[in-house]
């Protein structure tokens, strides 16, 4: 691969694809981070609602340090720039059941639509059932997001029911759809995503 588009060698770089690559969340990564929780064009895709100042967001990133088996937190950066773009997450992992809760976006609106945040929800997804072992996947997507759930679907997930009016956002309550991806499903995509980027080598 070349050197234009593999990770600088000093970064840390945990899981990587074709255009971009995950790594834990960064101190760094904060001030971006403050800015996109705050803007509403970005939040009204999220179930976060509150105002968020740089002394929250220390306090955020200080629990991420703390060792908790239940939630995953990576930041999601560009390979080509080495630039933080947006967060994706496991949540609520299950060992016992082996069901976790998928959760991501990115914040970089003008990088909104390029396939960034299906190329993140694939590596993610590579790492949920092949190195924990889980089986199950969940996520949610609220109705007016379009874009979310369309991403979900290239990854395997399929929908499973309908919270009605569960959200209220833009001046009014929006029903939510419940899905989710079993790793038999995620196989065949993992697959090719996997032959496509080894082609380009």
């Known amino acids: 691969m070349s050197e234009e588009t593999e990770p600088r060698p000093e970064r840390i770089v945990f899981r990587v694809g074709r255009n971009i690559y995950l790594r834990p969340v960064l101190k760094e990564d904060l001030p971006k981070l403050t800015i996109w929780i705050n803007d ?92 924990l072992n889980l089986r199950k996947i969940n996520s949610s ?12 679907e290239k990854c395997g997930y399929k929908e499973e029911g309908v919270r009605k009016a569960q959200i209220y956002r833009l001046g009014q309550y929006h029903d939510e759809i419940l899905m989710a991806v079993f790793r038999e499903d995620f196989v065949p995509i993992w697959e090719h995503y996997r032959s496509a980027f080894l082609a380009r080598l």
Do not use: C
Not at 56 to 79: A, C, H
Not at 90 to 113: E, M, V
């Open 40 to 131: 509403p064009e970005v939040t009204m895709f999220l179930k976060a609602s509150l105002p968020m100042t740089p002394e929250d967001e220390e306090g955020w990133y200080k629990k991420l340090s703390q060792k908790n088996d239940t939630e995953i937190r990576l930041s999601i950066v560009l390979k080509e720039t080495d630039e933080f773009i947006g967060i994706i997450a496991l949540h609520k992992i299950n060992r016992q059941n082996g069901t976790a809760t998928s959760g991501s976006f990115i914040g970089r609106k003008d990088f909104w639509g390029k396939g960034y945040g299906t190329e993140a929800s694939t590596l993610l997804l590579e790492y949920a059932f092949n190195t």
């Open 141 to 152: 997507v609220l109705t007016y997001n379009v874009r979310s759930k369309r991403r979900l």
